[in-house]
């Protein structure tokens, strides 16, 4: 039983579809014949006074006119942009979900999306906010291949928002551009087959947003990304996509076949392995490998993985959680709050169950033992 419920914990850890790269801090501008599509998420406000939400709007609507004045990539219209939000039919939390900001991103056929958060610190208690700090956040994840290439971030007086804004802006272009530089170089023939293969299977995959005319079936998404891995055994992009599906797959196996079930999760384990062996950035990788490993059992390496995914992004708020689980299944309960506290911080809702979960196990151990267990 216990065995079944550290299992479901590990189920739920997010399965926030990113990854990472790196990217020179500077490269040669170049204005392609085509010039890529980016869509500009609202940023979310942290702070619960409504009287600040307007920070947010500066924040997105400063990235937006440095990307229009960089001209070298193309912002997704404001029109079209809410049309893909409400046919998406999900609240305003949830458009700050990443797998969610990537299906909006993949309805405007966008190149890339910007998410990004801002907080208010120091904000009186009568909301003045003359000697507040502001810090904002902000990502660019690539659609199509579900990488982070940008994670940065400011801080600084309120009083020089403006400032703090095109700070941000100005990076992401830059992180985004040189990314462009590299990319536009030429591909190499696997990396094309690879690349048409991950995203062939996506199109069946009951992860990815559906496609009209396309029925969603995840046998058919690991048949194409087993051939990705065949095509290009070096390929980080094509273990994760098979590690991931197959991770995905042994949940479905679990209470019809779990001899089975067990044997799909053991190969997604080595394929996400494989994978961090190859690219040893990819936070949503070592998450998916953390998630791997706790459902086998194996929690030390679990927290590992974890660990090693924060220490590349520390606002990656899945791997957060599944540190939290990790600490829990071993006993380490007061860290293991700590953790499930900066997750819900973070704005992970499912952080609130879990916290529940420890606390329960801290007030037993508080409990005095039984008069005949004295004896």
């Known amino acids: 039983m216990r065995m079944n419920r550290v299992v479901a914990l590990y189920c739920a850890v997010s399965l926030a579809c990113v990854g ?22 609202p940023f979310k406000v942290l702070n619960k006074e409504t009287s600040l939400t307007h920070y947010g709007e500066g924040a997105s609507d400063t990235v937006i006119n440095k990307i229009v004045n960089d001209k070298t990539l193309k912002v997704v219209e404001e029109s079209q942009l809410d049309k893909a939000i409400n046919a998406l039919a999900r609240n305003q939390s949830g458009l700050f979900e990443e797998d969610s900001a990537l299906a909006i991103g ?26 507040a700090q502001i810090k904002v956040n902000a990502r660019v ?15 600084g007086p309120i009083a020089a928002a403006f400032q703090q804004y095109d700070e941000i ?46 029925s969603k079936d995840l046998h058919k998404a690991l048949e194409l990304y087993n051939k990705a891995v065949v095509r290009d055994p070096r390929s980080a992009r094509a273990y994760l996509a098979l590690g991931h599906a197959e991770l995905r797959y042994s949940d479905d196996l679990l209470q019809a076949d779990p001899g089975r079930s067990h044997s799909v999760l053991t ?15 990819n936070p949503f990788t070592l998450t998916q490998l953390g998630r791997a490993e706790g459902k086998l059992g194996n929690h030390a390496d679990a927290r590992v993985a974890f660990e090693r995914a924060l220490s590349v992004d520390s606002g990656f708020v899945a791997a957060r959680f599944g540190l939290a689980v990790a600490l829990l299944t071993q006993g380490q ?30 007030a037993l151990q508080k409990q005095p033992a039984p008069a005949s267990a004295q004896k």
């Open 267 to 281: 190969t997604s384990r080595d394929h996400l392995r494989l994978s961090v062996e190859l690219d040893s950035g």
């Open 333 to 362: 309960l007061e860290p293991a709050r700590e953790q499930a506290m900066q997750a819900k911080a973070a704005g992970d809702s499912r952080a609130d169950g879990l916290l529940q979960s420890i606390d329960q196990r801290l």
């Open 106 to 131: 993949q309805m405007v056929d966008a190149r890339y999306i910007v998410v990004g958060s801002v907080q208010i610190v120091g904000v009186g208690v009568d909301g003045n906010t003359t000697n």
């Open 169 to 214: 802006g100005a990076r992401l272009v830059a992180k985004v551009t040189a990314h462009l530089a590299q990319r536009t170089e030429g591909a190499s023939a696997d990396n094309v087959a690879v690349d048409q293969l991950i995203g062939e299977g996506k199109l069946f995959d009951p992860a990815f947003p559906a496609r009209s005319g396309v």
């Open 20 to 41: 990472f790269s790196s990217a020179a801090d500077a490269a040669p501008k170049r204005v392609l014949a085509k010039a890529p599509v980016v869509a500009v998420l």
């Open 141 to 155: 994840l690539e659609v199509e291949t579900r990488q982070l290439l940008v994670s940065e971030s400011v801080f």
